[in-house]
């Protein structure tokens, strides 16, 4: 009885909150917004059981000392292998993002305009969403096809995207602060930044 | 000179002597470093060195100086007096910590160069936006990894020495590492959030991509790692009560702080979404509500939510500390009484530190995208690519365990192979 009278507290503790997650937190109303998809709630379980088996080991019998310089090396070099091993395997169950794909023969501006928005290099996505995709430190351009005619007085759509990449402080939308960078210019050829407004004209 | 005692004498030697076998293959390897990156890279390594050419100048004849003063340092352990000994010594540290600096410029530099780099004096591609922040962390950091490599050796000399004396000098060389190591990890989360802040400034995109983008589950990662070395600083508390008679009576409320450590931690790694990055569509059959975190929970998305995290954990890691400081108040340190988790915990927290540079190191470097030197000079050569995570974790790893299998190469050479000085 005594390894179970051991193990109960940790074992219940876990299955407790473990309850809370899977059981309890979905009765919740829905008007709440407590909802947690399953993928949440397995994260969360993953830190509870971590925490559950963590006690246990606080409870567990003393280590006996490795008798022997070889067996002590070997079971230090089994530990490094463990702990790095365990550490390796976290890296590789998070999302991964896909690899960038070979670029291939582009078939019209509007797609080559498309590939530099999502470029990293070039960075429009992550202060720009569209379609909910993006950063959201600078203005949605999901409609900005529609808008850029509108935005400003005696400009055309085209006039206004080109200013906004070559010279965004001419034009601040409200709301949103200066941090869009100014040398466009000197990072894009001619050619890009047409594909580019290309694109965004697109976007409606 | 203070206490006059014997073991602070030997902890210092004997680490001097890790140093010192250290110190010829950190040479090394540095020395391999740059001849790899100039076949390669060679436009790359041109534009450094010649924008760099004094630092890097100064740097050659800083190692040789510090070379110099390691090798006085030590042949002169005791024929000269305690304070030329000492002031050796801070002049060791001080010639090292400005040869860190002027290697902080290169890197910097290459993340954050000031406007019109060309230009540009030297002493401003030195005092780059990003340099001071990267200065501030590498500086603490450098203070946390020694006290741990202390620890390292010490738990290694402890599961392998067969007599009890040393034993127990080595379980107290351990605790003495450790307490360094954590006492400045607790301010690393300061350094780190100072450093992030100077690359918001230069330019948000980068941050973007960090925190929100491609490399926003290295973050992820960052934090379990980082939760892992404070549970484990924690648990070293816990598990050195059992060496002070009547300690254990203290064990109780530590288990309140592995809670707190746990919750923090919980907080802190909680994402926004379970997306791999901005762009990535939802997967097939799955609604966007499944990976994003719900509206009443949004707070734990915040970064508030997870600074006030860390700052408890930070803050109950101290309180471990102070709870075993109470506890040698009211009993007697027996050392070397001690069960042998702790010497594995000892081994835990460097293995861990080490990933972490690791990784961290990574995402400084993936930082740039596909720019050498950050929007001046483009990386274009076939090597190019964002690696993964998971390819990340695993080149991580293997330096991890290159490193470790090194470092116990280089402990067993100076202490297991002949006899030990200073014993």
């Known amino acids: 009885m005594a390894p179970i009278r051991l193990v109960k507290g940790p074992l219940l503790s876990t299955l407790a909150i473990l309850i809370l997650i899977w059981v309890l937190l979905p009765l919740l109303p829905e008007g709440w917004g407590w909802g947690f998809g399953v993928r949440f709630k397995f994260f969360f379980s993953i830190i509870v059981i971590s925490g559950g088996l963590f006690f246990l080991l606080l409870k567990a019998p003393s280590l006996p000392r490795v008798k022997g310089q070889g067996k002590a090396l070997a079971a230090i070099f089994l530990f490094y292998l463990s702990v790095t091993g365990v550490l390796v395997v976290l890296g590789g169950i998070f999302p991964q993002f896909e690899l960038p794909g070979v670029e291939g023969e582009m078939s019209s501006a509007m797609e080559q305009g498309r590939t530099l928005f999502s470029d990293p290099a070039v960075g429009c996505y992550l202060c720009h969403a569209i379609a909910g995709s993006g950063g959201t430190r600078g203005p949605d351009l999901s409609r900005i096809g529609e808008v850029a005619s509108n935005r400003k007085a005696g400009m055309t759509a085209e006039d206004y995207l080109r200013e906004s990449i070559l010279v965004p402080r001419a034009y601040l939308v409200p709301g949103y602060p200066a941090l869009m960078p100014e040398n466009l210019a000197d990072r894009l050829t001619p050619e890009q930044i047409d594909n580019l407004i290309e694109f965004l004209r697109s976007l409606r | ?423």
């Open chain 2, 1 to 423: 000179m203070r206490t006059k005692e014997n073991r602070y004498e030997r902890l210092a030697k004997e680490t001097m002597k890790v140093v010192a076998i250290a110190y010829a293959f950190t040479a090394l390897l540095g020395g391999m470093f740059a001849f790899i990156l100039m076949g390669p890279y060679q436009q790359f390594t041109n534009y450094l060195f010649t924008r760099f050419y004094s630092v890097f100048s100064l740097y050659g004849v800083l190692l040789l100086v510090e070379s110099a003063l390691m090798y006085t340092y030590w042949y002169t352990w005791d024929s000269l007096s305690k304070g030329w000994h000492i002031g050796l010594g801070v002049a060791l540290n001080l010639v090292g910590t400005v040869a860190m600096l002027l290697m902080n410029a290169v890197g910097s530099f290459m993340l954050t160069p000031p406007g019109s780099p060309e230009t540009a004096s030297l002493w401003a591609l030195i005092n780059n936006p990003s340099w001071t922040g990267l200065n501030l962390h590498r500086f603490i950091a450098n203070i946390t990894f020694g006290g741990f490599m202390v620890a390292l050796f010490a738990a290694f000399m402890f599961l392998t020495s067969s007599k009890a004396e040393d034993r127990a000098f080595y379980d107290w060389m351990g605790f003495t590492g450790n307490f360094i190591g954590v006492a400045t990890l607790m301010l690393l989360p300061v350094a780190g959030y100072i450093y992030a802040k100077e690359l918001f400034l230069y330019d948000a995109s980068i941050s973007t991509l960090l925190m929100a983008d491609k490399l926003s589950w290295f973050f992820e990662l960052q934090g379990v790692l980082v939760g892992l070395l404070f549970l484990g600083a924690s648990f070293y508390m816990w598990l050195g009560t059992q060496r002070i008679e009547r300690g254990a009576r203290f064990q109780l409320h530590m288990k309140s702080i592995f809670i707190i450590v746990f919750v923090g931690t919980a907080i802190w790694i909680t994402p926004q979404n379970f997306l791999a990055d901005l762009t990535s569509p939802t997967p097939a059959g799955v609604a966007m509500e499944e990976l994003a975190i719900p509206e009443g929970a949004a707070f734990l998305g915040l970064m508030m939510a997870k600074a006030l995290a860390v700052t408890t954990i930070i803050l109950v890691t101290f309180l471990a500390y102070l709870l075993y400081r109470r506890a040698i108040a009211t009993g007697r340190v027996v050392w070397g009484h001690i069960d042998a988790k702790a010497q594995y915990v000892l081994i835990f927290l460097p293995t861990i530190a080490i990933f972490t540079m690791g990784l961290m190191g990574a995402i400084r470097e993936l930082a740039r995208s596909d720019w050498h030197i950050y929007q001046v000079l483009p990386d274009t050569t076939p090597y190019w690519f964002m690696p993964t995570l998971a390819h990340t974790s695993l080149m991580s790893g293997v330096v991890t365990l290159i490193y470790l299998g090194l470092m116990t190469f280089i402990f067993w050479l100076g202490f297991k192979v002949g006899p030990a000085r200073g014993s």
